[in-house]
């Protein structure tokens, strides 16, 4: 079945078409009743092979009409459909919960909700590669872990180290330097670095549905923040190009930085010591220094993000609190209560407790990478 | 002379007409050679007095048809110039010294730049208010330094104290509620106080040319932020109405928050310990932190501001470096290298040496307030 990118678990139980039990399709498996749903960017052969199953679900269709198509990689369901509701009340101006446009902001974690965090946060990829590169000017690494263990890809004993190391390694490969030269490491890096399972760009492991989230709620006149947990200064370097997120609508986690003049020439040093770690109940406090006004709407996807959704939940006014749960082990990974990254159990509870959104990677996003489409058109091609 | 609000001091000392040594014009002082300039808000009583001036110097009043008349409030003369020749530059699409509208970041003091800082830094007095409010609470601060020098009007001895005097008395008074009770205190406290030597709100003791520089520059594209010494969460909660310039656009010093839930309701509260001090050469630390790019013109007044004025200035491209001088003491203060609020010294210096912009409140402002105006109205209407 072709037009499955425009198929959709039927969460309403309003069954329009039986299309099959269990489907494999564009390499992901679709359960339960899919009908066939309006979009515009079907292309000839698409329309030609989904024609019959449209006419059939026509009906149903009308009553979908409402729902936005700036998402086009979302499936229709109650996730969408939340977040298009809430974009809806907020916009109408003169309506009851409008919201005018200077406080309508969104604040978005970063690893896990606008990209990949698996198989380990892509930021530590970038301090191991770190370690390589300045290795040469530290012969006494080959002797001293954790330093030696990530020369030698012994993974497993730099995991299994305290806090500390991890933060001995970060200081390492994060200081030292000013910030201009940082952000020129960076910018090498993302540039040339490759994720260890897709072999892609890590800026090719953001998720589809939240890029065109983010340009919808822009569109409808928001402001968008990433909150993470991350370094602020790593996070910069990209996501203007990335997400459309410029410098100054970015938080994170930061190291000092010391002003100094050198030969005249004004530079911020990037100096070994903790200046904020922006997690948990710290991301409320962060937003509060950075914006200064409390969030309309937040994403995330850990135990790390809850405070910031409990924050935004306690506003006044309509508010859009959003859980991206990992549950697809086929196009991305599947983790939530036990996982050592991006751990969601407390959060699940309580966006179940409070009637949060859930977005159900699986079942509510047609792809998840831009690449997958590129699988769906291989597959139409072939004519399956 | 009833034209005198469209009168400027000859910088170029091409005298057009000697029109009076030392003349009193709308109760401040203007000394030189003055010359009528074109301007558009004239009324038609003023019209009809300047006619005469303004046919003499018709011809001098080309050479100065290309200087932007959105600062009405701003004698022609270097300082103008140099600030609308820069923003000509920086948005000539195709231009050699073009920066993109994203890139244009404009960075403001508030102390002394944007609004009055004497006879003391008006969040002193909003701390001594507070005192006063919370005093009956305190009984012991009837015999307890400096709280009890406050509440007798003994300023004298608070100001002899040490550092730690005023961080005590701004401990007692800015902390142990939440950010968003601290807000309505600072709101109510804005809209009722009055400064102790004009009797005006001190949202009304804010500089009007600098009023119209800021909206001159958002009209170019340039996104403005402030950048000051003052309480982060003491600013933000009047800089919108006053200057335009959202909370997410400021920048300032600020005290620990501490997330907590009470009764299931989230709140932020204020802790008692300090968390950055946005002064000197901590200002370009704090815009790096917060807005992540770096700033292509700063406007400040003091020695405090010096670093933020040098982190500009070194960056690429053109940029803009410009301190406020406070000139005149008939209608806001002089003061500079020996003052111990806003000292201007070590700044003065190297704005001279590097040849920065300094702007004369003196000469460069036609009115220094937004009721030096009315003042003026009311001169020619008495026919003056």
């Given amino acids: ?5 425009i198929a959709r678990i039927d969460w309403r139980g309003d069954a329009v078409g039986d299309l099959g039990a269990v489907t494999e399709v564009f390499g992901y498996v679709m359960t339960g009743e899919m009908k066939v749903m309006k979009q515009f960017s079907l292309n000839l052969k698409t329309i030609f092979l989904c024609t019959v199953a449209t006419m059939v679900v026509s009906v149903a269709t009308v009553a979908f009409a409402q729902i936005d198509d700036s998402l086009p990689s979302w499936n229709d369901g109650p996730a969408k459909e939340a977040i298009v509701h809430f974009v809806k009340e907020v916009t109408t101006t003169g309506g009851a919960k409008f919201v005018p446009s200077a406080e309508r902001i969104a604040v978005f974690d970063n690893d896990g909700t606008l990209w990949a965090e698996q198989p380990m946060y892509f930021q530590l990829e970038f301090a191991f590669d770190r370690v390589k590169a300045l290795a040469p000017m530290h012969p006494e690494w080959k002797q001293k872990q954790p330093f ?20 001995e390694l970060m200081m390492a490969t994060h200081t030292g330097n000013t910030t201009e030269e940082f952000s020129q490491i960076v910018e090498n890096w993302i540039a040339t670095a490759k994720h260890p399972k897709t072999g892609r760009p890590y800026t090719d492991m953001v998720y589809q549905p939240m890029l065109e989230l983010l340009a919808y709620l822009r569109a409808n006149g928001f402001k968008t923040y990433i909150v993470s947990g991350g370094g602020i200064e790593f996070i910069r370097q990209w996501a203007e190009k990335v997400y459309g997120i410029p410098p100054e609508q970015v938080i994170g986690s930061s190291i000092k930085t010391k002003f100094e003049l050198r030969g005249g020439n004004p530079v911020l040093v990037r100096l070994p010591e903790i200046n904020f770690i922006n997690d948990k109940a710290d991301k409320p406090v962060a937003i509060n220094q950075h914006i200064g006004r409390r969030p309309i709407a937040a994403f995330g996807n850990s135990d790390g993000d809850l405070q910031m959704l409990q924050w935004v939940a306690g506003g006044e006014g309509p508010t859009l609190k959003v859980y991206i749960h ?38 509510d996003w047609t792809r998840i990478f831009s690449f997958d489409e590129l699988r769906k058109v291989k597959d139409q091609d072939r004519g399956h």
Same sequence: chains 1, 2.
């Fill in 148 to 167: 030696k263990a990530v020369l030698e890809g012994d993974l497993k004993t730099v995991f299994a180290g305290t806090k500390h190391t991890l933060l």
């Fill in 1 to 5: 079945m072709a037009c499955g990118g």
């Fill in 326 to 363: 990992h549950t697809d082990d086929k196009r991305e990974w599947s983790y939530d209560r036990e996982s050592h990254i991006g751990r969601l159990n407390k959060g699940l509870d309580e966006a179940n407790t409070k009637g949060w959104t859930v977005v159900d990677m699986k079942k």
